[in-house]
T-cell receptor, first 112, second 110 residues
Framework: DTEVTQTPKHLVMGMTNKKSLKCEQH?????MYWYKQKAKKPPELMFV???????INESVPSRFSPECPNSSLLNLHLHALQPEDSALYLC???????????FGAGTRLSVL | EDQVTQSPEALRLQEGESSSLNCSYT??????LFWYRQDPGKGPEFLFT???AGEEKEKERLKATLTKKESFLHITAPKPEDSATYLC???????????FGTGTRLTVIP
């Protein structure tokens, strides 16, 4: 089983809202990732957690705040987003940071 | 600097018309060349990993090959359900082990 579950599937929010994206895996993977993907572009890495510690932050604006409460869960907290932040947000996990990444189906975010 | 370039950007095939997608790369310390398939609005689905030149892997109508400078994804007798964007990605030496190319959008016409 290589399932990564993301919720919600779709999210519409205003620029003053606070919302969270959630990602869950039960494969015992110790690395988890957030990516942002705009239409017709490849996924762009945002954050990497390795053994529940943030190991990479790709200069992402502070309006995006990741959290890894335990080895199975990854959250992305959103606050004061801009319309240009509208995109597909993808979560992935891997056994560790050197192995195959398995992706969730994504959350389609629209910021109005 | 690591680089990965995919071609063509888009490809339209008739059902049954075999073809190949190209992924050219430069990297210091390759830790794998990954192929993913992505359907519109969905997350990438893992297909293959190749680690050394000369390696080949197959799955149904797909066959991936690797040289020291490029990888090919061969599609034999494609069907409409093979329509998707195919992404290749480099495995690097850092904590982020995926560096994606821009993808090839494949459309297979019945």
């Amino acid at each position: 089983d290589t399932e990564v579950t993301q919720t919600p599937k779709h999210l519409v929010m205003g620029m003053t809202n606070k919302k969270s994206l959630k990602c869950e895996q039960h494969m015992g993977h110790r690395a988890m990732y957030w990516y942002k993907q705009k239409a017709k572009k490849p996924p762009e890495l945002m954050f990497v957690y390795s053994y529940e510690k943030l190991s990479i932050n790709e200069s992402v604006p502070s309006r995006f705040s990741p959290e890894c409460p335990n080895s199975s869960l990854l959250n992305l907290h959103l606050h004061a987003l801009q319309p240009e932040d509208s995109a597909l947000y993808l979560c992935a996990s891997s056994q560790d940071t050197k192995n195959i990444q398995y992706f969730g189906a994504g959350t389609r975010l629209s910021v109005l | 600097e690591d680089q990965v370039t995919q071609s063509p950007e888009a490809l339209r095939l008739q059902e049954g018309e075999s073809s190949s997608l190209n992924c050219s790369y430069t990297v210091s310390g390759l830790r794998g060349l990954f192929w993913y398939r992505q359907d519109p609005g969905k997350g990438p689905e893992f297909l293959f990993t190749l680690y050394s030149a000369g390696e080949e892997k197959e799955k149904e109508r797909l066959k991936a090959t690797l040289t020291k400078k490029e990888s090919f994804l061969h599609i034999t007798a494609p069907k409409p359900e093979d329509s998707a964007t195919y992404l290749c990605a480099l495995g690097g030496t850092g904590a982020n082990n995926l560096f994606f190319g821009t993808g090839t959008r494949l459309t297979v016409i019945p």
